[in-house]
Nanobody
């Protein structure tokens, strides 16, 4: 099973930017579905950005125009560029990869993002 490790989280002031990375232990080419989720204290995990290869990319309304999901298959890495961060973006962010043909999926362990006002 492919292991995922997120990095790039941290403390940033409102209006700042962070780029989260999700590095896989093996090839991610077969994973046609990728997504970034987040979970704030006391709240349910929610989808922030999702993409299906060859299909559309979806963003939560709260992050549209500010966040961008991307992948680099050569580096086995998925990214989430986060700009114009707001305090309400504070959460633990998780990456998720899923192979819709084999129904195999993997989650990362999460990385904390804290945005101060």
């Amino acid at each position: 099973q492919v292991q995922l490790v997120e990095s790039g989280g941290g403390l940033v002031q409102a209006g700042g930017s962070l780029r989260l990375s999700c590095a896989a232990s093996g090839s991610i080419i077969s994973f046609d579905v990728m997504g970034w989720y987040r979970q704030a204290p006391g709240k349910q995990r929610e989808l922030v950005a999702g993409n299906i290869s060859g299909g559309s990319t979806n963003y939560a309304d709260s992050v549209k125009g500010r966040f961008t999901i991307s992948r680099d298959n050569a580096k086995n890495t998925v990214y989430l560029q986060m700009n114009s961060l707001k305090p309400e973006d504070t959460a633990v962010y998780y990456c998720h990869l899923f192979d819709s043909r084999s129904y195999r999926g993997s989650w990362g362990q999460g990385t904390q993002v804290t945005v101060s006002s």
